[in-house]
């Protein structure tokens, strides 16, 4: 028999689809939730149902937005000439921290991985085309991590504005040791990626 | 600037208030809620309404229920003879889970703990004495986990029905070494208690 009411256990299954919470931890998330007394479910719910109605899309860089542009392609400020290319919306945040990038994004949606049946027109490349068509980019810098499918989609992405025929210039986000990271306990490539792109002392 | 939209933004802020969930998991959390296409962010919104709406305690022995009185209760074929006494809804899935235990429950809501404040008053503990007067009970289990908080509980318990001249067995779960446990990495109060308690050959 189960001990439980239907409507908490179905809180529970609800959970449990979140990553990285198991049997255990949402029972014990879904019962925290039901002891407090600071209306955390409503106010859970409420937010639940506002992100859903009014998160969208932005139509020009694919990140997430409640307004009808996202806030970094409206700010007035940025360089619309740079495009840095990832692979979803919290590589935005990961690379907006280092408060060094001041240029416009293009959120992919995904990366090319012919193994899980994802290919080029699965993710957002042709509205990437379209947008360096019709507007001045100079660079389009691309910030896909540093794996397998990153690092084709790379190729793709240079390849594809290549063929286009588009006079913009492609780069790639540095590989090597992370500050504060010791050689020791670096896999191979990013070692040989550090050596290979080792950088002159007149560059520095 | 925050890149992330409000709504976005504010759900992050409510997944922080549960326990053991930080700003990156949240984050985690939120971003994969949104990025669902199987409509989690509905599912999640409306089990939550129907959490709070539906689920409210059982007037006779305080555990979880979304019906009048609680399956446990309302179940016939369990002794109403046996009480056994927990501090919340989570240890009644514990005990039930060994499905050894036939009687009905007694849920606190709480220990008795001094220091956070939180005396006889504060906890089901009226209710418990009103249960025993106006029913056939035999035998009171105290079953609060043998924590100092546990500990005091019991002893109130125990005291109480000896004050109310209820002829009630009062008792409490046994202490020692865990199934599978190993003596040296247990603590020293579990060791003197499974040698305080040990059964001799013919209880076995």
């Not at 449990?16 to 049997?23: A, M, V």
């Amino acid at each position: 028999m189960d001990p439980y009411p239907k409507p908490l256990r179905d809180l529970i299954s609800q959970l449990k689809r979140l990553p990285g919470i198991g049997e255990k931890t949402a029972t014990r998330l879904a019962l925290f939730i039901l002891a407090d007394r600071a209306n955390l479910s409503g106010e859970l719910s409420s937010c639940l149902k506002r992100v859903s109605e009014q998160i969208h899309l932005c139509p020009v860089c694919f990140n997430l937005t409640d307004s009808q542009r996202c806030a970094i392609c409206r700010n007035p400020e940025r360089d619309p000439s740079l495009i840095c290319v990832v692979e979803e919306p919290s590589d935005v945040l990961a690379l907006e921290s280092a408060h060094v990038y001041r240029g416009l994004y293009h959120v992919l949606h995904g990366l090319i991985s012919p193994l899980s049946g994802v290919g080029p027109e699965d993710i957002r490349l042709s509205e990437l085309i379209e947008r360096i068509r019709t507007s001045q980019v100079s660079e389009v810098i691309v910030a896909t991590n540093p794996s397998v499918e990153g690092e084709s989609t790379f190729h793709y992405v240079a390849k594809m504005l290549q063929d286009a025929h588009l006079s913009v210039n492609v780069s790639r986000i540095a590989s090597g040791i992370p500050m504060g990271g010791e050689l020791k306990y670096m896999d191979q490539v990013t070692i040989a990626s550090a050596l290979r792109y080792r950088r002159s002392l007149k560059d520095i």
